[in-house]
């Protein structure tokens, strides 16, 4: 589930960081913002949020975009969600930020859907819904968000409570991240497919590509399952030199079934040919792989 945050904190970092294109006429705005308008109240607290022309100060900011938000600036809405959700210049509140990002969610905000998709799986600020979570995570992957993609994938791949993994599912929305190369959904993919856990025929070979994709990248769990299906030679040729440089990797970033595995391996190989393993763990490490690798 840790996935879930990563993909929460980072949506949340995008929605709050970004800069406004051109410099804005503070005098102007304020005093527009001051006659109620809610798109000069937004602007101003954006300003406020990233010190654009006056000095930063994230009360200020939330104070604006609340302005705004409750005459219904989507815009607004999204920021103080984040606010809120991160304890920005207001007091940390996950009901407020599901609040106000349900709002701008409503309004087509792709950030604010995948936003409160995660917080409807941890159960933050509202209830556990797989169905609800499903729901929004979808509006926000129809837009493109590469987060929302990954965490509709990963919520079919875990489920939720009593809602049971769809593999199919998971495999369709995987896809679109592992084909941009997101090194977690490469690996997902080739589980999936190594077992045939969506319904499909295993296919260890397949499940072998995806997995380097992934192991080139420095995912250690792909480099455990490159590494494991070479020493079991599925989908590749046996190689237990491969096999003991993948495994190494892994092991050393602390993927401890691929330390247990790594032990058997080791036993494996004659000296000569442990020392050439090591010696290719090294290239790996380096990113130099050798032909067809």
Do not use: C
């Not at 929302?148 to 079919?156: D, T």
């Not at 990248?217 to 003991?244: H, P, T, W």
């Amino acid at each position: 589930m840790k996935s879930y945050v990563h993909s929460l904190l980072l949506a949340a970092a995008l929605a709050l960081s970004a800069a406004p294109a051109h410099a804005l006429d503070i005098a102007r705005t304020q005093d527009d913002a001051d006659k109620g308008d809610p798109e000069a109240q937004f602007l101003l607290g954006r300003a406020y949020l990233n010190g654009d022309g006056v000095k930063r100060d994230d009360a200020k900011a939330a104070e604006w975009f609340r302005k705004s938000a409750e005459q219904g600036n989507y815009k607004a809405q999204n920021n103080l969600g984040f606010q809120y959700l991160e304890g920005r210049g207001v007091k940390q509140d996950d009901k407020e930020a599901v609040t106000w990002l349900r709002k701008a969610a409503g309004q087509g905000t792709a950030r604010s859907q995948n936003a409160l998709a995660g917080l409807i799986v941890s159960g933050r600020g509202t209830k556990k819904n797989f169905a609800e979570a499903v729901e929004w995570y979808g509006k926000a992957a129809a837009q493109g968000l590469h987060q929302a993609e990954v965490g509709l994938a990963e919520l079919y791949y875990f489920g939720l409570e009593d809602v049971k993994p769809n593999f199919a599912e998971a495999a369709k929305w995987y896809r679109k991240p592992a084909g941009r190369g997101d090194a977690s959904a490469q690996n997902a993919l080739g589980v999936i497919t190594e077992r045939g856990l969506d319904g499909t025929k295993p296919d260890p070979a397949v499940a072998a590509d995806w997995f380097r994709k992934a192991a080139k990248q420095g995912n250690a769990k792909a480099r455990a399952n490159l590494g494991r299906l070479y020493f079991e030679g599925r989908g590749v040729k046996k190689d237990d030199v491969k096999s003991y440089a993948w495994l190494k990797l892994s092991a050393d970033q602390g993927e401890t079934i691929a330390a247990n595995l790594l032990i058997g391996v080791k036993k494996a190989l004659p000296p000569e040919k442990l020392a050439e393993a090591q010696v290719l763990a090294q290239f790996y490490q380096q990113g130099v792989y050798p032909a067809g690798e």
